[in-house]
């Protein structure tokens, strides 16, 4: 069974900037994207951002031009960089592996708290 770990949340004022990771305890083979989705109270989850393994991104509406999400092959590691943070970005952030006819793994999760 893989396990993601997620790490870098954190409470940060609104403007400044976080680094996600998301690192997976083994090589995952079949894998066709990683991803990074976010969950605010009393909200629906969300997707913010994706990368699939050919290297394409595609982001949600809402980060676009204040997000990138990259992947480290030799480390398992998917990254989130979030920049120009705003209070509505407040969620906790879940890292997530999509992969060929199988389940998708998720991660626990990581909180982002943005201060007005």
């Known amino acids: 069974q893989v396990q993601l770990v997620e790490s870098g949340g954190g409470l940060v004022q609104a403007g400044g900037s976080l680094r996600l990771s998301c690192a997976a305890s083994?090589?995952?083979?079949?894998?066709?994207?990683m991803g990074w989705y976010r969950q605010a109270p009393g909200m629906q989850r969300e997707l913010v951002a994706i990368?699939?393994?050919?290297?394409?991104?595609n982001y949600a509406d809402s980060v676009k031009g204040r997000f990138t999400i990259s992947r480290e092959n030799a480390r398992n590691t998917v990254y989130l960089q979030m920049n120009s943070l705003k209070p509505e970005d407040t969620a906790v952030y879940y890292c997530?592996?999509?992969?060929?006819?199988?389940?998708?793994?998720w991660g626990k999760g990581t909180l982002v708290t943005v201060s007005s």
């Open positions: 997530n592996i999509k992969r060929s006819g199988a389940m998708d793994y």
């Open positions: 083994r090589i995952i083979l079949n894998f066709n994207a």
């Open positions: 990368i699939s393994r050919g290297g394409s991104t």
